[in-house]
């Protein structure tokens, strides 16, 4: 497991295409991604609704995690999926 | 006859339209929750199949939907109709022994109860769920409650609110809209807008119009007539004025795409050319050869004339990605339009020698054009030189800044010698001058552009430009309300720009005006002492 920290920076937050991005990215990925606010439980990625409770918005912080061990995989994960909620 | 009356609500686009009411059907309430007779098996699948069949119409509406915004909405509601994680949950309720209907409100409910007490935005989302939810019912019932538009005549759609799926199926035979709930930027107002469908929302008395009836909609005085014709709408009572060929200011388009240039050929050059809207999307920031051939490619679109080309107006609600504007607690009145040049001069050194570049490649085609540069957001003296200084080492011959913000109007004698044009925006104006949000619709009814402490600074502006020797022009969508246009030349100003469905309604007024009708207009309107009485006694004038 490898866990990444970010920003949300677009200003509608985590909802409407961000989190329909968002989820599309972490379903096609070849591991489990989950998500989640410091401090609260993560939620499955690909989840267009849990995306949503996590009532995500501009400015907050947030962990996502890697089912993985390969680090590159995740690096370029991460990457991605940050494109989608950073401006 | 029968009494005319009016409702009251709020107007969206400006052309009355007179026809029959057809009611949208109220939604039925969702049947009890009941247990399955027929095991968990058949409710899942059930279930699922009812998934399927509403992404299939989701694809299809979305494949229809011609507005971006509109998209975007019933790509989400697709999105979540179609989530794993609610169907998992749905089927653990099957298999509790509920049936389809109640297992699926149970699961959603589990992801309602989660979004509670969160306002705005995400708290909104919750009548997406619903909408979801009420789709996938109707269709496992095997009941449809959706009206059927006939196949031919005009009718308005009555309703207490209308979802983006209701909208996406309205057919030509749909020429205006009146709503209970909603308001200015409610997915129905965007929608009319998007496709020039004359709407009244927020108009508590719908619940009185019956199918049949015959009414008016004139979303210019924001009402809904019964029992009244068109005579009665602001729609054309002007034409008992002889046209007296001209206009009496010249009207420009505002234009903020290729296609709006090309919509607007024959008006008389362009007030406003937004450059923002073609960076929306951009991650990364144009090359000064991209946005060259950008402006290159409206400006040969566009009509001849002068045509002011408005520097790049971000932030706030134009969120610019490649700018690296940081997160503001009140964007509107933090780092925006030419604010933002400060920490991205780079971008606009280029911009500047790009729409030079450009105006000279396409008036090298012999096009007549006459381009000029002007500043949003600019708030005192020094702003404004700076800009224009950098503007002419560009070698951009006419220079202008927008007045939007109240403090530059109380220093426009110190522009003389400094800028070459004013223009005025309305609606930023109007957001500053009465503390009141553009994008709250709670406050919307102060930035009524009729309002009075608008129209006098308006004549403020007029008048001291015109002791300075500037020519001051208004770009805002006030300037898109005919009346209001000539209200504008009648307080001073010397030119209007309109959105480019509204040139030519605006110059068809302006051309049934003198100097002397358009100051008697003006005056009436000035003595007003609310936004109302201001229209109707400028109105009142004209008819005289």
């Known amino acids: 497991m490898i866990i990444k920290e970010c920003v949300i920076t677009v200003k509608v937050g985590l909802h409407a295409r961000p989190a329909n991005e968002f989820s599309a990215i972490a379903k096609a990925a070849p591991f489990e991604v989950t998500v989640g606010k410091p401090g609260a439980p993560l939620v499955k990625a690909n989840s267009p609704l849990r995306l949503l409770t996590l009532k995500a918005h501009e400015g907050d912080t947030l962990n996502i995690a890697f089912a993985t061990d390969d680090e590159a995989a995740a690096n370029q994960l991460f990457e991605k999926l940050v494109a989608t909620i950073t401006e | ?544």
Not at chain 2, 9 to 29: D, F, H, K, N, Y
Not at chain 2, 362 to 373: C, L, P
Not at chain 2, 449 to 465: R, V
């Open chain 2, 1 to 544: 006859m029968e009494t005319v009356r009016t409702l009251e609500g709020i107007g969206v686009g400006t052309r009355a339209v007179l026809a029959e009411v057809l009611r949208w059907s109220a939604r039925q309430p969702l049947a009890a929750m009941a247990k399955s007779s027929l095991g968990p098996e058949i409710e899942v699948n059930t279930l699922s199949k009812a998934i399927v069949n509403l992404e299939n119409q989701y694809a299809a509406k979305i494949k229809a939907a011609g507005n971006q915004e509109l998209r975007e909405i019933l790509e989400a509601q697709c999105a979540f109709a179609t989530d794993p994680e609610l169907a998992d949950l749905a089927k653990d309720f099957c298999e509790q022994g509920w049936d389809a209907p109640s297992a699926l409100q149970l699961a959603m409910g589990e992801f309602k109860s989660l979004l509670e007490g969160a306002g705005g935005e995400f708290g909104e989302r919750v009548a997406d769920l619903d909408e979801i939810v009420y789709r996938l019912i109707q269709w496992m019932s095997g009941e449809s409650d959706e009206t059927v538009l006939p196949a031919s005549g005009s009718f308005i759609i009555v309703a207490d609110d209308l979802t983006p799926m209701d909208t996406i199926a309205f057919t030509d035979v749909v020429v205006g809209v009146v709503t209970k709930g909603g308001g200015p930027t409610s997915h129905t107002a965007i929608v009319c807008r998007a496709r020039g469908i004359p709407a009244v929302v927020a108009c508590a008395g719908a619940d009185g119009l019956v199918n049949g009836q015959m009414v008016v909609i004139d979303p210019d005085a924001s009402q809904v007539i019964i029992n009244g014709s068109l005579a009665d709408s602001d729609g054309d009572w002007w034409s008992v004025r002889p046209n007296l060929g001209a206009a009496l200011i010249p009207v420009m388009a505002n234009v903020g795409s290729v296609a709006d240039a090309a919509q607007v050929k024959s008006a008389k050059g362009v007030g406003l050319l937004r450059t923002e809207l073609f960076f929306l999307n951009n991650k990364v920031a144009p090359t000064r050869a991209e946005q060259q051939a950008l402006y290159a490619q409206v400006l040969a679109a566009g009509p001849d004339g002068e045509i002011i080309v408005r520097t790049l107006d971000a932030g706030s609600d134009k969120p610019i990605a490649f700018l690296g504007i940081g997160r503001e607690e009140n964007p509107a009145l933090g780092v925006r339009g030419q604010r933002v040049a400060a920490i991205a001069p780079k971008f606009y050194e280029d911009q500047l020698h790009a729409i030079k570049a450009a105006a000279d490649a396409v008036k090298a085609t012999g096009k007549k054009i006459d381009v000029w540069v002007m500043a949003p957001m600019i708030a005192t003296i020094d702003e404004a030189q700076v800009f224009a200084k950098e503007a002419r080492a560009a070698g951009i011959t006419r220079v202008g800044i927008m007045v939007e913000i109240p403090a530059i109007t109380r220093v426009i004698p110190h522009l003389k010698g400094v800028v070459d044009f004013l223009s005025v925006g309305t609606n930023d104006l109007s957001q500053y001058l009465f503390a009141a949000d553009r994008v709250n619709s709670a406050v919307a009814a102060l930035l009524n552009p009729w309002q009075p402490a608008l129209l006098s600074t308006l004549e403020e502006i007029a008048a001291d430009a015109a002791m300075a020797g500037i020519k001051v022009g208004v770009c805002g969508e006030a300037a898109s309300d005919p009346l209001l246009a000539v209200v504008m030349a009648g307080l001073g100003i010397n030119s209007v720009s309109a959105s480019p469905s509204s040139v030519a309604a605006v110059t068809d007024l302006l051309s049934r005006v003198d100097v002397s009708a358009a100051k008697s207009a003006a005056m009436a309107a000035r003595s007003a002492t609310t936004a109302r009485d201001a229209k109707a006694a400028a109105k009142g004038a004209l008819l005289k």
